[in-house]
């Protein structure tokens, strides 16, 4: 491996850790606005007091070719992974009435670098 490539460890970061999580919905365009009204109030409703979780945010795309990008920002993969077995993922992906997700694309980062602002 290529000095400067490869996984940085948590402790090497100066105390901060965290694990993002994104996951790409793509959307049929006439279920947008059921889609963004229901899946909004899912996050309102199951994510708030899960352990671990720092931020939660559902991202709308400018452009027609992408989809809506769900960013979780946990403490560390381990808060991640107790939210996979929780009753607060389960709820959240057993929403009444959602919009169809056509196809979608889970894709997870550990933090390398941040600037403060």
């Known amino acids: ?6 996984r940085t460890h948590p402790q090497q970061r100066s105390g901060v850790t965290v694990y ?12 947008t606005e059921v889609f963004e009204r229901n899946f909004a109030a899912s996050m309102r409703g199951t994510l ?3 352990p671990g979780l720092r931020a939660a945010r559902l991202l709308r795309p400018e452009t027609a070719d ?10 560390d993969a381990a808060a991640y992974s107790a939210y996979r077995s929780s009753d607060a993922f389960t709820a959240a992906h057993t929403w009444p009435d959602h919009a ?3 196809s979608a694309r889970l894709t997870t980062y550990d933090m390398l670098s941040e600037v403060a602002l």
């Open 1 to 6: 491996m290529r000095p400067g490539r490869g």
């Open 20 to 31: 993002t999580v994104t996951n790409e919905l793509f959307v049929d365009p006439a279920d």
């Open 48 to 50: 708030t007091g899960v």
């Open 66 to 75: 992408r989809g809506y990008l769900s960013v979780l920002e946990f403490e």
């Open 100 to 102: 169809p997700i056509r």
